[in-house]
């Protein structure tokens, strides 16, 4: 069975310092990985996705994660947040050709100035 | 940005109204699915569908019903709508053989 893990509910940073968002997951198939992006009162927004193919991901507005099989890890990291940055963020797992994707419960990212 | 869209995105109704809440997609996607979403939590799968004449129930039990008569088109009813459905509700789709999911901006419901 699948699950995914999101290790903290909130996590604050100051302007311009690393943001580090942290994922596990479990799943009996090579899965496909997402992270989301939900701003308040707004739908979820595609920042990036694994799928089998290079293990580091680069997704929009600096995003990045790497995929770490071993450690069954897909965390997702900035090198510098921006206030713009605070949102609720959401690591999902999904098995390819499957209706299933199971949402973790969700980051809250705070970006102080 | 994708091409889903909700209405309404904001409603308050009483209890025992009849409501149906709309998705429409402009892609062509094949697949569709119904989230349900209380504040600061995790999304709920309700409901979802293959294609045209085509749904399922999700992994979360709910009293809606959904139909999907054209392909771009997935609406959401609830015959009689109680306070435990105040909730967000967000509509998503996939398309064949692609892996990520497009949201719309989501359906906030007060039931009072």
């Known amino acids: 069975a699948q699950s995914v893990t999101q290790l903290d509910s909130h996590v604050s940073v100051s302007e311009g310092t690393p943001v580090l968002l942290r994922c596990n997951y479990s799943?009996?198939?090579?899965?496909?990985l997402f992270w989301y992006v939900q701003h308040p009162n707004k739908g979820l927004q595609l920042l990036l996705k694994?799928?089998?193919?290079?293990?580091l991901v680069k997704g929009i507005n600096g995003f990045e994660a790497e995929f770490k099989k071993s450690e069954t890890s897909f965390h997702l990291t900035k090198p510098s947040a921006h206030m713009s940055d605070a949102a609720e963020y959401f690591c999902?797992?999904?098995?390819?050709?499957?209706?299933?994707?199971?949402f973790g419960t969700g980051t809250r990212l705070k970006v102080l100035a | 940005e994708a091409d889903i869209y909700q209405t309404p995105r904001y409603l308050v109704i009483g209890t025992g109204k009849k409501i149906t809440l709309e998705c429409s997609q402009t892609?062509?996607?094949?697949?569709m699915y119904w989230y349900q979403q209380d504040p600061g939590m995790e999304l709920h799968l309700i409901h979802y569908?293959?294609?045209?004449?085509?749904?399922e129930k999700g992994d979360l039990s709910s009293e809606s019903t959904v139909s999907r008569i054209r392909t771009e088109h997935f609406p959401l009813t609830l015959e009689s709508a109680r306070p435990s459905h105040t909730s967000q509700y967000l509509c998503?789709?996939?398309?064949?053989?692609?892996?990520?999911?497009?949201f719309g901006p989501g359906t906030r419901l007060t039931v009072t």
């Open positions: 694994y799928t089998s193919a290079a293990t």
């Open positions: 892609m062509g996607h094949d697949k």
């Open positions: 799943s009996s198939y090579s899965p496909s």
């Open positions: 998503a789709s996939t398309r064949a053989g692609g892996y990520e999911q497009y």
């Open positions: 999902v797992v999904s098995e390819s050709g499957t209706y299933k994707y199971i």
């Open positions: 569908s293959y294609g045209v004449n085509s749904t």
